[in-house]
């Protein structure tokens, strides 16, 4: 009776295990060919494919495609609570010279490292990616994950820069994650360095950090911009 019990609790182990592993097999699924296809040329028969599931067991596990997408943010949670802990570390002083440099760190670093890593490869080219696009989709998990965070630099970045004005440094918040996102995505700079660089290249963390830090002294350093005046438009390069 004894090794009975033991075998019945030994099967209800397997078993367990068996549906963690295939539920995380379909979440990886899902956020790799969302990475490298995009959300709406991925079907979920094709993930269930690349998971070497049922098709049925996607739906059971996480519902529909756009829940499943939710999903993916939900799970990699963890690494905007590890920026956002990083920011609360620094003590925001304006007259502390390395304040705004550390900001940006805590901004760019965890998501510098994620790119770099073999496990968050994809998911941070998926934010890259699929966040930058105009979709019910995306709008909904910068909503629920990213404006959270994004309010929080931009609290920080204001404190630090205390002669700004908020809209100014929302603005600002923009452009240092047009450069962030950016650069984890781009890979023509392969090209524009005739093969010397590589693409989402690690090393060059500091210069975007720079890049990052000077862009902002120089921009919130001006006089806010005058309302209702036109803009003369800007070609690409």
């Known amino acids: 009776m004894k090794t009975k019990a033991l075998l019945d609790k030994m099967q209800i182990a397997r078993s367990v295990e068996v549906r963690v592993d295939r539920k995380q097999a379909i979440l990886l ?12 040329a991925t079907s979920i028969r094709q993930i269930a494919e690349e998971a070497e599931v049922p098709l049925a067991l996607v739906g059971y596990y996480f519902g529909q495609k756009h829940e499943l997408f939710h999903a993916i943010f939900a799970h990699w949670n963890s690494t905007i609570e590890e920026r956002l802990t990083a920011l609360r570390s620094i003590k925001n002083d304006p007259d502390d010279p390395l304040t705004l440099p550390r900001i940006i760190e805590a901004f760019v670093g965890p998501v510098l490292r994620l790119r770099a890593s073999a496990e968050g490869e994809y998911y941070a080219l998926l934010v890259a990616r699929e966040l930058s696009n105009r979709t ?14 994004a309010h929080a630099f931009i609290d920080a970045l204001q404190q630090a ?9 929302a603005w600002a918040y923009q452009f240092a994650l047009g450069a962030l996102v950016h650069h984890l995505s781009d890979s023509r700079v392969e090209r524009l360095s ?33 309302r209702n005046r036109s803009s003369q438009a800007l070609s690409h390069p």
């Open 161 to 169: 820069l205390p002669h700004a004005a908020r809209e100014q440094v």
């Open 194 to 226: 005739n093969g010397i660089n590589k693409a989402s290249d690690p090393a060059a963390a500091t210069m975007l950090a720079n890049f990052i830090v000077g862009g902002l002294c120089a921009t919130l350093a001006a006089s806010p911009p005058r």
């Open 29 to 40: 699924a899902a956020e790799k060919l969302f990475a490298l296809s995009g959300y709406h």
């Open 136 to 149: 019910e989709e995306a709008d909904q998990v910068l909503r629920d994950y990213f404006d959270p965070m």
